[in-house]
C-alpha cells in the first residue's frame, strides 16, 4: 500500500497550498474543476493501480445511477449493484487481495452504494456529468476515511461558486491545526509506547496492560478524530462543510450514545442503509404482527430491534475486516446495546424510584466512566492482531496488580508521556468545551489580537517541538 | 482577493515567527550562556569530569581504562593503582555515549607512555547518542560546539529532542526521578555527586538488587560484536602503536553461570577476537566471571566490592603484560 501524501506530511502542506491559491484565483465557475484535478493528482500519490480502481468503481457506480434511474426494473438494477460492490469489497478483504487493496476502498465503496441507494429511492436524481459525480466521490478531504457524506448535501456544496471567506479560512486552519496535535503528538507518540505490548503481550501484566490500553483508546480517538480535524479543515478553507464525524465520544454516557458520537458517519449510513431497511423488512414486519397479537409491546419492540442491530453490528464487523478481531469486537458493541436495550424496561423502573439521584451529576459521571471502561474493554478486540494476543493480554490483565511493572513502564516512555501531557490537556479542553457547544475559535476571535497570535505561534511551537524527530506512521484507519 | 492576500501574508508571517520563536527557544536553553543548565546533576556529566582529567598539561603517563558503563560500575582506580603503581583514570559512562566519541577523546587527550585499556563487553555501541553526549558536556560550550561542528547534520535532526528533554529537566524531571527512586528503593547512583573529581565512581554501591538466581540465559558470541566498533578499534590501535601507546583489550565482567555458552564455545569466541583485533587481550572470558553477588544493578555493574575484584583481576594481569612487554623490548 504506497502512502506518499498523508495530511502530516510537507507533500500536503505544498499541495493543500497550490491547491488554494488556484482555488480562488480561477473564476468561480471553475472552481470544482480546480478541486476535480487537484482529487485527481492527490489520489493519483497512492499508487496508478489504486487510481485506476478508484476511477473504475466511480464508472461503474455512476452507469448504474443513470441505469437505475431510468430502467423499469429499478429493484433488479439496485439488486445487482449491490451485490457487485459488496462482492467487490468482499475480494478485496480476502487475505490474497490485501496487498493490491486501494486506499480508502472501503470508504468510497459505501459512498457509492450511498448514492446508488438514494437514486433507487428517488431522493435524489442521478448525476449525469460524470466529472461532476467522480469530484464527489474522489473529494480529496474524504476519500480515504470518510467521512461520509451524504450526495444531496454535499453536490450543491461542490458544484457552487465559493467566494473568498477568511473567517471560514482562519477556522479551517484551527482545524487542521487541532489534528496535527491530535495525530503528530499524541497518537503518533502514543503508538511508539504502547506498540511493544502488543507484540510481545506475554511480557506484560495488570495495570502495565490496562494503562497501555487507556492509552490505546486515547490514541484510537486522537488519530482518528484527528484525521477528520484536518479533512474537515482542509474543506472549511475551501469553502465546503463535511459532517462531523466525532462528538466527544468518551463523554458517552452509554453504549449506544458512544456510537452516536464516534465515527458519526459510518452509523448514519448503517442506520439509513441496513438498520432501518431491516426493521422494514417482511420477517421484522411478522414478528411485530405476532407480537401485537399476542398483546406483548415489550417483545413488539424490542425484538426486531435486536434482529436490525445484530445485522448492523455482524456487518460493520465484516466491513472492518475479514478477521475475528473485528467482528468479536464489533459483536461486543452491539452486544453491550442490546443487552441495554433489553434491559431499558428494567432501567427506567430503577431510576422512577429515585429519578432525582438517577438523574445526578453523580450518577452521570458514573455512567460515563461505566462507558469509557467498556470502550476500553472493546479495543482489547481491536487493537491486536490476532485473537490469542487478545486472549493473552485479558489473562495477563488479571493475573496480577503489576504496579512496580507499571510504575517502571511509565519509567521507560516518561519523555513521551511529558510530551503528550500538555496537548491531553489542551485535547480534554477543548473536548470539553465541545460537548458544551462553545466554540473554542469563536471565543479567541474576541480576545486581544497580540494575545491571538502569541497563543497561534506558541501553539505552532508546541506542535513543531513536541513532534520530535518521529517520522509520522500512517492513520489506524487507513488499513480499512 | 485583498482578503486572500491579506490571509495568505498573516498565514506566512505567524509562519516566520514560529520559525524564530523555535530558534530562540532552541538559542536561550543550549546555545547561549544564558540558558539554564539542567543536567547539573547528571550522571552523564561526569564524562566531562573524566575529559579535563585527561586533557590536563601536567598529567604523567597513565593506564587508561575505557568503555561504557561497566567502567565506572566495574573500575577500583585505587586498587588497580597499587596493583600497577602508576595513576590509572576512567574514561565512560554509559553505552550510549558511543565508543566512537571516547575513542575521539583519546585521540585528543592520549600521551606517549599511557597505557589504555578497553573493556570489550556486550555493549560496543558504535552510534553515539547525540542528546547524552549534548547533556554531559552541556555546561562546557567550547566542547559542546566543537562536538556539534564535527557532526554538522546531525544537530538539525536532533535539535527538537533536545528543547524537550530540556523542558522536560527543567520542569519535572527531578521530581519524577526521586518518585522513581523512591518506588524502586534503588540506592541512587545516576548523579553527578557518584562520582569524585577525576569521574571514577566512589559512591558506596553495598549488596546486590539483581535476582540472585543465575541460570544460563545469556550468550557471548562473535557475531554479535559491532564491527564498525572493532574496526574503529583496530585503527585506533595502529594511531596508538605510532605514537608510543600501548593499546590492550580486556574483557568485560560476566556473572558466573549467567552465560548459555560452554568452555569450548568460549574458547572459539576468545579466538575469534584474537584473531580479529590487533591489540592484545589479556586473558579469556572466564577469567572476569564473578559470583552474581558481586553485581550491583545490572549484570554489567558491580558493586563496590566487585568493583575491587575486577580491578585486582585486570590490574594483575595488566601489570604482567607490561612487565613481559618491556622484557621483550
Known sequence: ?480 | MKKLFLFIVKLILVMVLTIGAYQLTFWYLWDAQAGPDAYENAYQKALLLQYHALESEERSPEVIVFGSSYVPFGIDTKVMEEELGRPVQILGVEASIGIPFLVDVLYDTAKPGDTIVYMLGKSNWYNEDFMVISAALESDKTLLHQYWDSRDDTLLGYQNKMIWRKLYTLTCGRMIESIRSDISKKEQVYELSSFDENGNMIVNRQGTLISTDVSPSDTLNFSDMEVETLDMLNEFYDWCEDNDITFVIAYSMYIDGSLVETEESLAVYHEQMTDYMNADILLTPQDYFLPVDDFYNHSCHLNSEGARAYSAILGEALNQYLDEKSDTE
Not at chain 1, 470544482?32 to 473504475?56: C, E, P
Not at chain 1, 439488486?79 to 493490491?100: C, D, E, K, Q, Y
Not at chain 1, 506484560?204 to 474537515?232: E, H, R
Request: include cysteine; aromatic fraction near 18%; charged fraction near 15%.
Open chain 1, 1 to 480: 500500500m504506497r502512502i506518499e501524501m498523508t495530511f502530516t506530511t510537507m507533500a500536503f502542506a505544498i499541495f493543500m497550498a497550490i491547491t488554494f491559491v488556484l482555488y480562488y484565483l480561477v473564476p468561480k465557475k471553475l472552481q470544482w474543476i480546480v478541486l476535480l484535478l487537484a482529487n485527481g493528482y492527490f489520489y493519483y500519490q497512492t499508487g496508478l493501480n489504486s487510481a485506476l480502481f478508484l476511477l473504475g468503481t466511480i464508472l461503474v457506480s455512476y452507469l448504474a445511477g443513470i441505469l437505475i434511474e431510468r430502467t423499469g426494473q429499478k429493484r433488479w438494477a439496485i439488486a445487482v449493484t449491490l451485490i457487485l460492490f459488496v462482492a467487490l469489497l468482499g475480494i478485496m478483504r480476502m487475505p490474497f487481495a490485501s496487498f493490491i487493496m486501494p486506499l480508502g476502498l472501503s470508504f468510497y465503496t459505501l459512498q457509492c452504494i450511498g448514492y446508488c441507494i438514494e437514486v433507487y429511492r428517488q431522493t435524489t436524481p442521478a448525476e449525469k456529468n460524470p466529472a461532476k459525480y467522480a469530484l464527489f466521490i474522489s473529494f480529496f478531504p474524504h476519500v480515504l476515511q470518510g467521512p461520509f457524506a451524504d450526495y444531496n448535501e454535499l453536490k450543491k456544496q461542490l458544484y457552487s461558486e465559493h467566494p473568498f471567506d477568511y473567517e471560514r479560512c482562519v477556522k479551517g486552519c484551527y482545524r487542521v491545526a487541532l489534528g496535527l496535535m491530535k495525530k503528530l503528538i499524541i497518537a503518533d507518540r502514543i503508538g511508539y509506547v504502547i506498540d511493544t505490548v502488543y507484540e510481545n503481550p506475554t511480557d506484560y501484566f495488570g495495570m502495565t496492560i490496562f494503562l497501555v490500553m487507556v492509552l490505546y483508546a486515547i490514541q484510537l480517538y486522537t488519530d482518528f478524530s484527528g484525521f477528520m480535524d484536518m479533512a474537515l479543515g482542509c474543506a472549511s478553507m475551501l469553502g465546503i462543510t463535511l459532517r462531523e464525524n466525532f462528538n466527544v465520544p468518551y463523554l458517552s454516557k452509554s453504549m449506544a450514545e458512544f456510537w452516536r458520537r464516534w465515527h458519526i458517519s459510518l452509523g448514519l449510513w448503517f442506520k439509513n442503509y441496513v438498520f432501518y431497511p431491516v426493521q422494514r423488512s417482511q420477517l421484522c414486519t411478522k414478528i411485530r404482527k405476532d407480537m401485537k397479537k399476542k398483546k406483548n409491546r415489550y417483545g413488539m419492540n424490542v425484538l426486531p430491534t435486536v434482529i436490525s442491530l445484530t445485522a448492523v453490528w455482524t456487518l460493520i464487523g465484516l466491513w472492518h475486516g475479514f478477521d475475528w478481531n473485528y467482528l468479536c469486537y464489533d459483536w461486543f458493541c452491539g452486544l453491550i446495546i442490546i443487552i441495554s436495550e433489553l434491559l431499558k424496561p428494567l432501567y427506567d423502573r430503577i431510576n422512577h424510584m429515585n429519578p432525582r439521584f438517577a438523574s445526578s451529576r453523580f450518577m452521570d459521571a458514573l455512567r460515563t466512566i461505566r462507558t469509557f471502561l467498556l470502550v476500553v474493554f472493546s479495543f482489547l478486540l481491536f487493537r491486536p492482531d490476532t485473537m490469542e494476543t487478545s486472549i493473552i493480554l485479558f489473562r495477563n490483565l488479571f493475573s496480577q496488580i503489576g504496579f512496580y511493572a507499571m510504575a517502571e513502564f511509565i519509567y521507560w516512555h516518561i519523555y513521551d508521556l511529558f510530551l503528550i501531557a500538555l496537548p491531553l490537556v489542551i485535547l480534554l479542553i477543548v473536548d470539553v468545551l465541545a460537548y458544551k457547544k462553545i466554540d473554542v475559535m469563536d471565543k479567541m476571535r474576541k480576545w486581544n489580537p497580540l494575545l491571538r497570535y502569541i497563543i497561534y505561534i506558541a501553539g505552532l511551537l508546541l506542535l513543531y517541538i513536541t513532534r520530535g524527530d518521529m517520522a509520522s506512521g500512517g492513520f489506524a484507519y487507513y488499513v480499512f
